[in-house]
């Protein structure tokens, strides 16, 4: 039986190793998986030696608070690989660990592959030339992630956006699906429906969910026709997301369900920038991006983000911001709800920024994603 070493850590990251499992399973490999995976993965027999929903982190403190059990797990994924030597490792995005991690794992002569790579081509770029040094080969899901990674001599793959194999056409064209949609959650037809994505992570939760609330009550003076609907990210459930609710007295939804199907309600979103601001561009729902961290945080993140103009994924991808972005002393529940208002007072402002969403999609490639990873990873497993 072959012995492969995941590390999937992040919310988005989760799902596409889970995609790679089922796909696995269906094949009937005779392939054990384990590593830092979800629940879910767990459920298809993946064993799991860190557990992602512990594991998503951001910022100085939370990292500082949490690093001991994070090296925990690192030393125990390094000791199981030296005993196991697995036949192939699968890094996925959560770059400091898995660049520290790749250099234990190329010292012991394991092959690591990164899918779902740091966005190297847009901030510290100096990372490439770790990933050359110790990753065999990086499966890009952009197409202009290739010259980038050949420029610097890296073996690189372009596989396409996993995400696209998540999207349910129907959810994009058939108005009459979403109207039936809407009235399901409790939505009525005359309603303008403001989504809010805090994001995945603990401190995201903290730093974001309490403006993008207070950024709401702001909207219904102006609109008493706005209702609120609120996605819960993977990583957490309804329940932790009621406990910042006990005073919001909006009529609001909280869901918890696929993100395309939750983004699908909306007319207008704010949301934490991350995987989740493609989702949204990719269903075309108008957005503002934000995110705010501690603010010693943000200082260091400042002088490390050079050499790009913006941190949303959508507006990176189409090297303009296409949608409002705007970062720590900018994220107010005033100016947040100043960006958003312009979806509801300016047709031809959100015309404009419908139009470039609509554009984002030709830049994923075609949809199976996950077939050709499973196919290139052939290469290093015994078929």
């Known amino acids: 039986m072959d012995q492969v070493l995941f590390v999937a850590a992040e919310a988005s990251s989760v799902t596409y190793a889970q995609r790679i499992l089922e796909t696995w399973k269906k094949q009937g490999r005779n392939i054990h998986a384990f590593g830092v995976g979800s629940q879910d993965m767990e459920n298809l027999g993946f064993e799991r030696l860190g557990k992602s929903e512990e594991m998503a982190v951001v910022g100085a403190a939370e990292i500082i608070s949490a690093y001991s059990h994070l090296k925990s797990v690192f030393d125990s994924l390094v000791a ?62 952009f197409p202009f992630e290739v010259p980038f990674y050949e420029e610097h001599g890296v073996p690189c793959e372009f596989v396409g956006h996993p995400l696209l194999d998540e999207m349910d056409d129907r959810l994009l064209n058939d108005k009459e699906y979403l109207k039936i949609h809407r009235n399901q959650c409790g939505i009525g037809d005359n309603e303008i429906v403001l989504g809010l994505m805090p994001g995945s992570r603990r401190l995201e939760l903290k730093q974001h969910f309490q403006i993008q609330l207070d950024t709401a009550r702001i909207l219904s003076k102006k609109y008493p026709n706005l209702k609120i609907v609120i996605l819960t990210a993977p990583t957490f459930s309804k329940e932790k997301m009621q406990e910042y609710l006990e005073d919001f007295r909006l009529p609001y939804v909280l869901l918890k369900d696929e993100p395309f199907r939750m983004i699908h309600l909306v007319d207008m979103m704010l949301v934490a920038s991350g995987t989740a601001t493609l989702q949204v561009g990719l269903m075309q729902k108008p957005m503002v991006i934000m995110y705010k961290m501690k603010w010693l945080t943000g200082l260091f993140a400042k002088l490390l983000v050079r050499g790009t103009k913006y941190f949303g994924l959508v507006n990176l991808i189409l090297g303009k911001e296409a949608v409002p972005e705007r970062w720590q002393g900018d994220v107010t529940p005033e100016n947040m709800a100043k960006l958003l208002s312009r979806y509801v007072e300016e047709p031809e402002y959100k015309a404009q920024v419908l139009a470039d969403l609509a554009s984002v999609r030709s830049y994923l490639g075609d949809k199976g994603a996950t077939q050709r990873v499973v196919r290139a990873l052939d290469e290093y497993l015994t078929k």
């Open 80 to 141: 199981e690989a030296e005993k196991r030597r697995p036949k192939v490792a699968i890094v996925m995005d959560y770059p400091e660990f898995n660049l520290m991690l790749a250099k234990k794992l190329h010292a012991l002569g394991i092959p690591v592959v990164y899918y779902i790579s740091p966005q190297v081509w847009a901030w510290r770029k100096g990372r490439v030339k770790t990933i050359k040094k110790y990753c065999k080969k990086v499966f890009v899901l």
